[in-house]
């Protein structure tokens, strides 16, 4: 049932590639140039009246919904905010019908997300979800919704979902761009295309496979981790810390790496490794100054960079190469080397990494 692999982990990260095509499959139409999901298409009035988009998810869901804040602001222009369900649904938000709010869940179930929408409901917002279990509460509680291909995912740690989510969330971040003439042709076509090669691309990151077992035995060990990006790969830094400290019960902190200098800075010493993605474009210059930041106080740099990267691999300690894509698809890519870095640590520290302690699959308890 693992496929030859040792974990359900390792199983769903290597499958991503394929739960990437199947999300999209159907959808993107690169060579009609266009993108059709029912959800969206048969609600569009819904999304272009919107005042803004509001994203309720939790854990790493909610750590899709940030990249998503990047990629609709960036594609659509529609203004993105970002919420905790738990925080959201006991705020009192402000929340009426000019609003469109999106729920976020791999499983469904969970039910702070679940409430989050009853109360956006409640206040006449149409609700989109966007789940991976077909017929989950999420999917039947919202209005309308587009699902993630992502087929079955059993390992606690949440991988391919996030994958796919992002993949669902580009696909009507590029929708709405268009409806709203937002996007010139060209770029829409570039990014139509983009997306289409992700999968492939997926696929030649996961072969650093073997160079991050070498630098997971390296600091297998380390009793903190700081993960650092910026821009869209800002939510990556976060979802890499959460991974590592799910998986392996690491201390780990994801920060956009600007606000290193007010605060987490003191933490760098030479025990410390830090995890910076470093690809290109993105505020590259400003990363790699980050890095020599780092650098200077001896902390260990474990750089996530653009295939051919030349500046920041003078810099670090260890680099991990991925391709080149488009600064909004990076997160698809700059992921999957901070999914296997927990795993393979997780796995020399003996850890349960399938069921980590405490933690379970679908949270239908707040
Ligand atoms: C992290 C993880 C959790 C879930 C969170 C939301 O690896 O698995 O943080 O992402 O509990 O779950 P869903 O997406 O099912 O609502």
Redesign the pocket.
């Known amino acids: 049932e693992k496929g030859g692999y040792d974990h359900f982990m390792l199983k769903e990260i290597y499958e991503q590639p394929d739960a990437i095509v199947d999300t999209y499959r159907g959808r993107l139409l690169v060579d009609e140039g266009i993108i059709r999901m029912a959800g969206v298409d048969d609600n569009i009035e819904k999304f272009l009246n919107a005042n803004r988009i509001i994203i309720v ?5 909610w750590h899709a919904g940030l990249v998503a804040e990047y990629i609709f602001e960036e594609f659509a222009r529609i203004p993105v905010e970002v919420e905790y369900a738990s925080e959201f649904r006991y705020r009192n938000p402000v929340i009426n019908e000019k609003d469109v709010v999106i729920a ?7 039910a702070d ?1 679940l409430a989050a929408i009853k109360l956006a409901k409640e206040n006449g917002a149409f609700v989109f979800g966007v789940c991976n279990v077909v017929g989950s509460s999420i999917a039947r509680e919202t209005d309308a919704g587009a699902y993630t291909h992502a087929g079955p995912e059993i390992g ?3 991988t391919k ?1 996030f994958t796919t989510q992002i993949t669902v969330l580009s696909l009507i971040a590029l929708t709405l761009a268009k409806a709203k003439g937002k996007l010139s042709k060209s770029d829409y076509h570039l990014y139509l295309n983009e997306l289409e090669l992700i999968p492939k691309k997926v696929l030649k990151a996961l072969t650093a496979n073997e160079h991050i077992i070498k630098i997971s035995e390296t600091y297998k060990d380390a009793s903190n981790f700081l993960y650092l990006g910026r821009g869209f790969n800002f939510p990556v830094a976060l979802e890499g810390a ?2 590592l400290k ?1 998986i392996s019960y690491i201390h780990a902190e994801g920060y956009p790496a600007a606000e290193m200098k007010h605060g987490p800075i003191a933490l760098i010493d030479e025990q410390m490794p830090v995890v910076v993605i470093a690809t290109k474009k993105g505020h590259y210059e400003k990363v790699v100054s980050n890095i020599q930041e780092i650098k200077s106080r001896h902390g260990k740099i474990i750089a996530v960079v653009t295939e051919g990267d030349i500046m920041v691999s003078e810099l670090a300690d260890h680099v991990i190469e991925v391709p080149e894509t488009v600064e909004a698809f990076t997160p698809l890519l700059t992921t999957i080397p901070l999914q296997l870095l927990s795993y393979h640590i997780a796995v020399m520290r003996n850890c349960n990494v399938d069921q980590p302690r405490n ?1 379970a ?3 239908t308890v707040e």
């Not at 998810?57 to 869901?61: E, F, L």
């Not at 976020?104 to 969970?110: A, D, L, N, R, Y």
Request: hydrophobic letters at 35%; a neutral charge.
């Open positions: 998810a939790c854990g790493t869901s976020i869940s791999q499983s469904g179930e969970t997300t606690v740690a949440s979902a959460l991974k799910e933690l699959k679908s949270v």
